[in-house]
């Protein structure tokens, strides 16, 4: 096979020496082979550099922000609602239930009461999903019960069911008393309310039901230095 033709003056196979080449005819001109580094910037250069630091900060940026807001929708601030004095609150429910909301205007809330001679607080939710927020439980007045107007379910003052379709009583958010005899209501921690099957004795009622559960214009509880959100509900 013949031996390729020479590319130029520089081709290593033109000749031991290269005629013509800066001046010096016959002088060989010294050659050395380096590391090609391809097309476009060099990696050696200041913004490459600048570029490989760069990238890596702001992908460990992006991963840091999308932590933080994960975490911050899981915090849902504080679950525990101060409602004052257990004698000051008992007073103030004595006549009928009093509403307080973890946050204005908006659930979970809680109806305050005295059940078995201990406060109580129950969801202002009821068991079905239509029994929500406005269209969730109220308080009736004549018979002192409880009942929701989207589905006409209806409960005793112990919130034990008494008319369905809802199948259970009402849920109960913990009531912690302080040694120093403060009320608190803890919204993290719910108990289910019991089945109908399960209840043994009802409170009976003060008086006639509701056909239709009356707007409340005056629902909440409200003590001096409590710490319980009226509800905009």
Known sequence: MDEPTPLGPR????????AGVAGNPGEPVPRSLVRSLGPGPSPLSRQVRILRIAFPLLFLAGV???????????????????????E?????????????CIQEGASPCA???VVAGELAAFNTNGPLPVE??????????????????????????AGNVVQGPAPRGLDRFDVI??????????FSNITGGLQGWQVKERVPPKGPDCPTIPHD???????????????LV
């Open 88 to 100: 000051a609150v008992r007073a103030a429910v004595e006549a009928r239930p009093r509403r307080v």
């Open 64 to 86: 840091l922000t999308v932590v933080a807001v994960f975490v911050r929708a899981l915090d849902q601030g504080p679950s525990q609602v101060r409602l004052g004095p257990v």
């Open 177 to 186: 008393v302080s040694r120093d005899g403060i009320a608190t209501v803890d």
């Open 111 to 113: 109806w305050i009461t």
């Open 217 to 231: 214009r005056d629902p909440d509880l409200r003590l001096p230095g409590n710490t319980a959100v009226p509800s």
């Open 11 to 18: 081709d290593p196979r033109f000749a031991e020496s290269d």
């Open 132 to 157: 929500y927020g406005r269209l969730g439980v109220g308080w009736c007045p004549s018979s002192g019960g409880f009942g929701a107007n989207a589905t006409g379910s209806r409960w005793d003052a």
